[in-house]
């Protein structure tokens, strides 16, 4: 059986980021995506122009319509808007046992506007970093949670080995905001590895934090081993870039669909209906 993710973030009405970049990466990583909505943003290629968190007790009935129907077997969340829907989600996961978490510390979209409240920030240290088994911040989200300024692979693994020291299993530090190279650490309790590529010239950037946290949760959800699943989220996320969609006059989305025909697909029927 497919397993099944949850997401827990925004929706981007653009459909790049947030909950719509979650479902189709978690679809494309074979596991069935159920999702708790946050907040509703006005959001395309090169801005977001409305925010709108959504009220607690409706967050609390998705969170719980999803766990008391369905195994999930990975939890990934994005962005939460504030410090009382932070501690709020915090609070459902610990009573539910989640496992295979995976901390998306979203703090601004790529258009600039900021999507996490400062007071929120604190609340994702004390209460979110002790339920991740991963968290992965890029390098400004990664100097928010522990002060340490995050420059290079260096200052990288060291504010990794803080976020676990906060309470986090593991640690992947994104640096896409530093180096010539994309280069990405990632930090356990067992050691460091560096997962290095040539970086990518494209403006198909959007989502892109969002679609590693998801494949990442996806492939443990599947019980890949963290180290292989950082490595396979990662490619995926390259592919999904290069692939890119000539949509939107900003930072353009990726192709979560990379390897899917470029044509409309005809499925066979039988007499007993559609083959699966």
Same mark, same amino acid.
Request: glycine share 10%.
């Given at each position: 059986?497919?397993?099944?993710?949850?997401?827990?973030?925004?929706?981007?009405?653009?459909?790049?980021?947030?909950?719509?970049?979650?479902?189709?990466?978690?679809?494309?990583?074979?596991?069935?995506?159920?999702?708790?909505?946050?907040?509703?943003?006005?959001?395309?290629?090169?801005?977001?122009?409305?925010?709108?968190?959504?009220?607690?007790?409706?967050?609390?009935?998705?969170?719980?319509?999803?766990?008391?129907?369905?195994?999930?077997?990975?939890? +990934? #969340?994005?962005?939460?808007?504030?410090?009382?829907?932070?501690?709020?989600?915090?609070?459902?996961?610990?009573?539910?046992?989640?496992?295979?978490?995976?901390?998306?510390?979203?703090?601004?979209? +790529?258009?600039?506007?900021?999507?996490?409240?400062?007071?929120?920030?604190?609340?994702?240290?004390?209460?979110?970093?002790?339920?991740?088994?991963?968290?992965?911040?890029?390098?400004? &989200?990664?100097?928010?949670?522990?002060?340490?300024?995050?420059?290079?692979?260096?200052?990288?693994?060291?504010?990794?080995?803080?976020?676990?020291?906060?309470?986090?299993?593991?640690?992947?530090?994104?640096?896409?905001?530093?180096?010539?190279?994309?280069?990405?650490?990632?930090? #356990?309790?067992?050691?460091? &590895?560096?997962?290095?590529?040539?970086?990518? &010239?494209?403006?198909?950037?959007?989502?892109?934090?969002?679609?590693?946290?998801?494949?990442?949760?996806?492939?443990?959800?599947?019980?890949?081993?963290?180290?292989?699943?950082?490595?396979?989220? +990662?490619?995926?996320?390259?592919?999904?870039?290069?692939?890119?969609?000539?949509?939107?006059?900003?930072?353009?989305?990726?192709?979560?669909?990379?390897?899917?025909?470029?044509?409309?697909?005809?499925?066979?029927?039988?007499?007993?209906?559609?083959?699966?």
């Amino acid at each position: 059986m497919r397993p099944v993710v949850l997401t827990i973030a925004g929706s981007d009405s653009g459909g790049g980021a947030g909950i719509q970049a979650d479902l189709k990466t978690f679809l494309a990583h074979g596991a069935f995506g159920t999702s708790v909505i946050t907040a509703v943003t006005a959001q395309n290629t090169a801005a977001v122009t409305a925010v709108l968190p959504l009220p607690l007790d409706l967050i609390e009935a998705q969170f719980r319509a999803v766990w008391e129907d369905f195994p999930v077997a990975a939890v +990934k #969340t994005g962005m939460l808007a504030d410090a009382e829907r932070v501690r709020l989600v915090a609070r459902l996961l610990r009573e539910a046992g989640a496992r295979n978490v995976v901390i998306d510390p979203v703090m601004v979209a +790529k258009s600039g506007a900021p999507l996490l409240t400062a007071d929120a920030v604190a609340a994702v240290r004390d209460e979110l970093l002790p339920l991740a088994a991963v968290v992965t911040p890029n390098a400004p &989200e990664a100097e928010a949670l522990t002060g340490i300024p995050v420059r290079d692979a260096s200052s990288a693994e060291a504010a990794g080995r803080r976020l676990i020291e906060l309470g986090a299993e593991a640690a992947v530090v994104k640096g896409g905001h530093f180096g010539a190279d994309a280069l990405d650490v990632l930090v #356990t309790r067992d050691g460091t &590895e560096r997962l290095e590529a040539p970086r990518l &010239e494209t403006r198909n950037t959007h989502g892109t934090g969002c679609t590693f946290a998801a494949a990442l949760a996806a492939r443990l959800a599947w019980g890949e081993p963290l180290p292989l699943a950082a490595r396979a989220a +990662k490619r995926y996320v390259r592919r999904a870039m290069a692939a890119g969609l000539p949509l939107g006059a900003g930072a353009r989305p990726l192709d979560h669909g990379f390897f899917l025909p470029s044509a409309a697909p005809e499925w066979p029927e039988t007499a007993e209906g559609v083959t699966p």
